[in-house]
Structure formats: C-alpha cells, structure tokens
C-alpha cells in the first residue's frame, strides 16, 4: 500500500486532535448549559474514565492495524492518541481530586487505603504519567530506543489497571468493563502470539546458521580422505 504524504498526514492528525477533543467539548457544553443531570460530578467522572480506558484501548489497537493492514505510518498517530489518554485519565483524577475531595488529602488517602477500586484507578494514571513524560523524541534519545521501548510498556499494566478499576467500581452491570477487558484481552493475546512467533523463526533462523558450520567443522575433524 503506498504511504499518504505528508500533507496527508499532517491534515489526518489535526482532524484526529480535533476528534480527540470532543468527548471533553460535549462535556464542557453541556456544563454550561446545565445538561450534566441531577450528579454533574459523577458524570464528568464516569465520562473521562470511560474515555481514557477507549484511549488507551486505540493507541494499543495502532500497531495491530498498522501490521494486519501493512501501513506502517500509522504508527505517527500512536503518540497523539497515548497523550490524549493520559488527558482525560488526568481529567478523571482532576475531577476527583477538586470535586469531590475538595483537594482533602486525609480523605483521599482513606480511599485509597480502604477502596480498591479507587486503588486500582490511581495505579493506573501513576503508570502512565511516566510514559506521557518521556513520550518526545528527546527522551527517546536519551534513554535509547530499547529502553524507551521498555519503558513504555507500562501502558499494558495501565490498561490492565483501568479495566480492573473499572469493574471494581461498577459492581452489579459488568457488561461494558467486561467489553473493555475484552478488547484488552484481544491486544495483549495478539502481541503475545507476534512475540511468540518472532522467537520460534529467531530460533530457527538461529539453527540453519549454526548447522552447516557444525558439519563443515566435522567434516574437517574426519581429515581429507572422508570430505
């Protein structure tokens, strides 16, 4: 498939920014307009939650697209996408912080001693904190492609969290943090399946390189007269 200039691109990342800003554009339209419900707090909460769970949920699914449909440029929208996570994740925490604890800290760390849900939540957001602030090209360099590349990783156990979070904090309909499991389960078993398949032709391309060099070297331990 060939690649989309990059004007192309330039103009697909600003339309999937502006794509990106409108659960949060609905959600400040309808607080001025007073359609948030009897429990405003309780729908922005749920609302971000839900999206940086969708969020960290596509920027898993790019590069599984990218490989099944063989465009590799869609890798440039990952980070744009990981970002807008961690913004409404941070928007979740916001929320939960200044509307409802009023910034009390004894009440806070109460939670999260004694609520896992609220344990498992702010696991989540701590995990991708530092991935959002290693996420440009400098840190790249600074901490070398391998170990960046490690590093963030930790978006699995974010995502992971998220959804456990999720599910401690719905209780009874388990439906939709269910689906999110699901769509995580999918991912991650994806990956494993690549990983497990890089190795086995590593291993076997490993082997056909090692195999004539063995017989070549038993065949000159035999001398001459058996070549």
């Given at each position: 498939?060939?690649?989309?200039?990059?004007?192309?691109?330039?103009?697909?990342?600003?339309?999937?920014?502006?794509?990106?800003?409108?659960?949060?554009?609905?959600?400040?339209w309808k607080g001025f307009h007073e359609q948030l419900g009897a429990n405003p707090v309780d729908v922005i909460?749920?609302?971000?939650?839900?999206?940086?769970?969708?969020?960290?949920?596509?920027?898993?699914?790019?590069?599984?697209?990218?490989?099944?449909?063989?465009?590799?440029?869609?890798?440039?929208?990952?980070?744009?996408?990981?970002?807008?996570?961690?913004?409404?994740?941070?928007?979740?925490?916001?929320?939960?912080?200044?509307?409802?604890?009023?910034?009390?800290?004894?009440?806070?760390?109460?939670?999260?001693?004694?609520?896992?849900?609220?344990?498992?939540?702010?696991?989540?957001?701590?995990?991708?904190?530092?991935?959002?602030?290693?996420?440009?090209?400098?840190?790249?360099?600074?901490?070398?492609?391998?170990?960046?590349?490690?590093?963030?990783?930790?978006?699995?156990?974010?995502?992971?969290?998220?959804?456990?979070?999720?599910?401690?904090?719905?209780?009874?309909?388990?439906?939709?943090?269910?689906?999110?499991?699901?769509?995580?389960?999918?991912?991650?078993?994806?990956?494993?399946?690549?990983?497990?398949?890089?190795?086995?032709?590593?291993?076997?391309?490993?082997?056909?390189?090692?195999?004539?060099?063995?017989?070549?070297?038993?065949?000159?331990?035999?001398?001459?007269?058996?070549?």
């Open positions: 498939m060939q690649p989309p200039s990059q004007t192309v691109v330039r103009v697909l990342k600003a339309i999937v920014f502006l794509a990106c800003l409108g659960p949060v554009a609905v959600l400040t909460t749920r609302s971000t939650g839900r999206w940086t769970l969708t969020f960290l949920l596509i920027t898993l699914g790019v590069t599984p697209l990218r490989k099944l449909t063989g465009s590799p440029w869609l890798v440039r929208f990952r980070r744009l996408l990981g970002l807008f996570a961690f913004f409404y994740g941070t928007l979740h925490l916001t929320t939960y912080v200044w509307l409802d604890k009023f910034f009390d800290v004894h009440a806070m760390v109460h939670d999260i001693a004694k609520r896992r849900f609220i344990t498992a939540g702010m696991t989540a957001w701590s995990l991708m904190l530092p991935l959002a602030l290693t996420s440009t090209a400098g840190w790249i360099r600074r901490l070398g492609g391998k170990r960046w590349q490690n590093l963030h990783r930790l978006i699995y156990f974010s995502a992971a969290a998220g959804v456990v979070h999720f599910i401690w904090l719905v209780k009874a309909d388990l439906r939709r943090p269910l689906t999110y499991g699901a769509i995580l389960g999918t991912l991650l078993a994806y990956r494993a399946g690549n990983w497990a398949i890089g190795r086995a032709r590593a291993a076997g391309s490993k082997g056909a390189a090692v195999t004539p060099r063995t017989k070549t070297e038993e065949r000159g331990s035999l001398g001459p007269e058996f070549q």
